[in-house]
């Protein structure tokens, strides 16, 4: 089962907007960065290094706020 735990969103004249997601599934995490037609996924075993990757793919995108789901 998949839990998502945060996404990073602004919506841009695409018609999928740009955004971030972290999410977690068996043990593992995952964020997506989904932005200018690309979709790009990396994994990472802790929580706290999928977070901060996050972080930084929002700051490099200038991106607002954070979304808890």
């Given at each position: 089962?998949?839990a998502r735990?945060a ?8 018609k999928v907007?740009?955004r971030?997601e ?5 043990g593992?995490?995952?964020?997506r ?8 996924t ?25 979304k808890?789901l």
């Amino acid at each position: 089962m998949l839990a998502r735990k945060a996404v990073h969103d602004t919506q841009h004249k695409s018609k999928v907007g740009t955004r971030i997601e972290v999410v977690e599934g068996c043990g593992e995490w995952f964020v997506r960065v989904i932005g200018g037609g690309e979709e790009t996924t990396c994994q990472f075993d802790l929580e706290s290094f999928a977070l901060a990757y996050a972080e930084g793919q929002r700051l490099r995108l200038k991106l607002g706020g954070i979304k808890r789901l």
